[in-house]
Nanobody, 119 residues
Framework: QVSLVESGGGSVQAGGSLRLSCAAS????????MAWFRQAPGKERERIAM????????FYADSVKGRFTISRDNARNTLYLQMNSLKPEDTAMYYC????????????WGQGTQVTVSS
C-alpha cells in the first residue's frame, strides 16, 4: 500500500522553527521526485521544495529559499522539511507528495499538516 503521512506541524511565533516529517511507504519513497507543497486559505497550492532521488538535486521556491531545507532519511523512509525564520505568510497546510517518474504528475499525496505562524 502506498502512503505518505505528514507530521510536525503546529503553531509557532514568527522567527521560530519547525521540522515537518513525511513518513513514506517503500513504494512512495522510491519515487523519482518527492516534494513539499503548501496551500493557504484562498490561495493556490504552491510547490516549495523538491528532491530528485534520481539526481540528488533539490529545488526551492523563492519564497522559502535560504530558510527551508528539504532532506531525506533513507533508513527511515522519511522526507523532512526544516523550516527556520518562519514568517506569518508561511501559515498554510503543508503536504508531502511523490511522483513515480518524470512526466507522470504527482501520484501520491499525504493528508497534510497545519503550520500556523503568529506575529
Amino acid at each position: 500500500q502506498v502512503s505518505l503521512v505528514e507530521s510536525g506541524g503546529g503553531s509557532v511565533q514568527a522567527g521560530g522553527s519547525l521540522r515537518l516529517s513525511c513518513a513514506a511507504s517503500a513504494a512512495a519513497y522510491s519515487s523519482y521526485l518527492m516534494a513539499w507543497f503548501r496551500q493557504a486559505p484562498g490561495k493556490e497550492r504552491e510547490r516549495i521544495a523538491m528532491y530528485s532521488t534520481g539526481t540528488g538535486t533539490t529545488f526551492y521556491a523563492d519564497s522559502v529559499k535560504g530558510r527551508f531545507t528539504i532532506s531525506r532519511d533513507n533508513a527511515r523512509n522519511t522526507l523532512y522539511l526544516q523550516m527556520n525564520s518562519l514568517k506569518p505568510e508561511d501559515t498554510a497546510m503543508y503536504y508531502c507528495a511523490a511522483a513515480k517518474t518524470l512526466g507522470t504528475g504527482w501520484n501520491y499525496w499525504g493528508q497534510g499538516t497545519q503550520v500556523t505562524v503568529s506575529s
